[in-house]
């Protein structure tokens, strides 16, 4: 099985990890174990909504301005790029901030799906999504993240599931990867390994 097209997630895997969700929850008046910020934004009323969203705003805006790539990150996007394969970003958050991060950075993404295009990881709806623009199917599809919903979506989805294992809460998530990998630049291994069989 050759694979066409990778699905990158946003945060931790481009850039290095940046927010600090257990403080962004405590700000917006949130217990730190309250569980996915936008899930717990759903059940709010519509004034305690606007607040949140201000506050995560302004701290999503913040993590563009100081973003850092990963290691190894923009060699990998281009060694893709060169090899006629599919990039794509699949995000919890705005699509608006990937692109930010693109243009900071100089990258290039072929397609970016981002929360307000429908539901977000860990549903299937946005690896699907990317797989029609793409003209591709999901088993030939790698998702790559560092965060357990990256994995679940995949796999929902029917995608080949990538752990970035750079932090420690990896061990926790590893059961539902497919392959793990400790720097992003081990994405092109596998994709080599998969054109050559």
């Known amino acids: 099985m050759s694979f066409k097209a990778v699905i990158f997630d946003l945060d931790g895997t481009i850039t290095q990890p940046y927010f600090d969700f257990d403080a962004i929850r405590q700000e917006i008046g949130l217990a730190r174990d309250s569980g996915p910020l936008l ?34 990150a923009e060699q990998t996007l281009s060694a893709l790029r060169t090899a006629g394969i599919h990039i794509g970003i699949l995000t919890r ?25 429908g539901p977000v990881k860990p549903d299937a709806f946005g690896v699907l999504q990317l797989c029609r623009q793409f003209g591709v199917e999901p088993r030939e599809t790698l998702l790559v993240g560092d965060y357990l919903f990256d994995l679940l979506s995949a796999k929902a989805a029917g995608a080949v599931a990538v752990l970035l294992a750079n932090h420690n809460q990896a061990e926790e998530f590893a059961e539902h990867a497919d392959f793990c990998i400790k720097n992003i630049g081990g994405i092109l291994e596998i994709v080599a390994n998969s054109n050559s069989t």
């Open 93 to 117: 958050n705005e699509r608006d901030n990937a692109f930010a991060i693109a243009r900071k950075h100089n990258l290039q993404f072929d397609a970016v799906i981002g929360r307000e295009d």
């Open 39 to 72: 899930e717990s934004m759903e059940k709010m009323t519509s004034q305690q909504r606007v607040e949140a969203e201000r506050i995560l705003h302004y701290h999503e805006d913040k993590a563009v301005t100081e973003s850092l790539l990963n290691p190894g």
